[in-house]
């Protein structure tokens, strides 16, 4: 299992979404697979979060031709937002786990994942998968 680091501003060090500490913010990833192989439990980093943010929103959605699942977390919870995405599907926008989620505060900076399942290894074919999330800071 490895950590493929998606380099964008969403990720890289240091650099937050650009948007007001106060209110909702919105941000989205893109990462786009290439035809290798991806071993289960590989960890996709899509988007920086920032210490007092809460997700109050999260959507993924996928390009058609892609093989496998992925889980949609964090560094606490690797399956907080989407227990199990089946890629290549449709590009359907699906949304967070359950009807009555309840945001979760983050004391420190974390990111937004997709972890490969573990039922599938191997090549996960070429195309996209992209991550929407809106958080709040309150501070």
């Known amino acids: 299992m490895a950590t493929v ?3 964008s501003p969403e990720v890289s060090a240091g650099i937050q979404p650009k948007g007001l500490r106060v209110g909702l913010i919105a941000t989205s990833a893109v990462y786009s697979f290439a035809a290798v192989s991806y071993t289960a439990g590989d960890v996709i980093q899509m988007i920086k979060v920032p210490a007092n ?11 058609t031709g892609l093989a496998g699942s992925v889980t949609v977390g964090d560094g606490v919870d690797a399956d907080r937002y989407h227990s199990g ?3 290549g599907v449709s590009v359907a926008v699906a949304s967070m786990n359950g009807v009555q989620y309840v945001p979760y505060f983050y004391s420190t900076d974390d990111t937004i994942d997709l972890t490969h399942s573990a039922s599938a290894s191997g090549s996960i074919g070429n195309g996209f998968v992209c991550v929407f999330a809106i958080y709040s800071m309150d501070t």
Do not use: C, H, Q, R
Not at 53 to 63: G, P, R, T
């Open 5 to 7: 680091t998606y380099v």
């Open 53 to 63: 943010a809460a997700v109050v929103d999260l959507k993924i959605s996928a390009s």
């Open 85 to 87: 995405y089946a890629l």
